[in-house]
């Protein structure tokens, strides 16, 4: 495996349930967006902040989530994310959110992403400085 | 084609907006949602609370967006729903979301539900009065 | 009365339901936003966008509200907000939301902006041609 | 000082940014509810679940907030809360919620809340074993 996985966790805030009393469903892919932040800057050592500073931007272009257990009011939990691909223009990140009091999943899936020069908006193929600091 | 599409016109809220200055990623999500609603109420002629107070719910188990335009501040958009999998213990629901000034593509995919008892909290055989409803 | 009030109808989406089966206690600063949004720009014919784009933000210094009757799923309801103070460096903007149906108050309060000039991020005095803009 | 005051840390999530690039407005509101839902549970040894589950809820009655300065992406903050004022029907909770690292204060305000029974919906006088769980 040329990728590594990363862990971060966190924990349910109130207003992410929804009238089922559950994390409402888009709120997942928030927390896979927060756990990807937080490894930038401490597993990748490579902030979104820089990577933005520095002209570059991801941009999403598919998200799949398989649904499997919820997670409830107070819960915490561990995104564990990892590139699954990087190519010449753009990455596939895999994600498995899993509750950590049962250890059981709760969803799994992945985002594409294609890397924008934010100054002209468009895809560019990925410097290898760039592909380096993903590469760990 | 076996099952009706409909159409839900909504507008951003400068909420939905992030960092980005778009719409941000998830809130394609509540959209989808919030047209469903509308659509059961209004051309399904079952409102999702009759639908609940009758004993019956939608657990999503799989959601994907393919994004291909971001929508921006104060934008109205079409949402375009339809059922495309109606099978014994769930369904799948197939979604475009429009740019109503430009008539482009925003985004599309598809969500898959089961149906459960909110009872038992189990899947359960859909009925077929629920399936006629569901089979215009 | 110096300043006019201007009126909103919206509508609540599902993910702004929380776990209390409301709408979200946070929310209605969300929908007073919009509705703010959409009269600078179809009452003020002066679009946020415009407003910012030379050079000039509003920020938040005081947010007020007072809770009376919750809305719910699906609800139609009605913003209506106008200046009641216009001073030299900010203003003050009264709300009331009231829902549809029942024609009952929902929530009431107040906010307080501070302009600022986005260069700078500080504060100014308010030219006259804002003041004029506001003063309908 | 009758009540004491706690503090609990937070960390701003990537979807809590606004267009403004800063914590969206009404954000902070969901802060003061993670942190107070946080201390009930850990400080007052009284979790919100076991509250409802006896038949009590809380219902918002006013929500005030000065905000001083702007959280960021990915500060971490303190929320500071309290009862300011304990009565027959209602308590009023102040705030602080202040930059980790800055140790400045972002924004301070306070909420009042009704006590209801969850059956009826209808204020009641707070019992003295609900008075005494709050009285530390």
Redesign the interface.
Known sequence: MKYSKFETELQV???D?????HV????Y??YV??AR?EQM?HNYRF???QFLSLGF?W?????????KRPLG??DHFIVKTGITDLAAKGCTVGFEITNKKTGKLCCDGEFEYTMVNVNTGRSEIIPDWIIEHYTI
Do not use: C, W
């Open positions: 805030r109130p207003d349930i929804d009238m089922n009393q409402h469903n888009s709120r892919f928030d967006l927060a932040y800057e902030p979104m902040q931007g941009v999403i272009t598919k998200a799949l989530v398989n649904y009011l107070g």
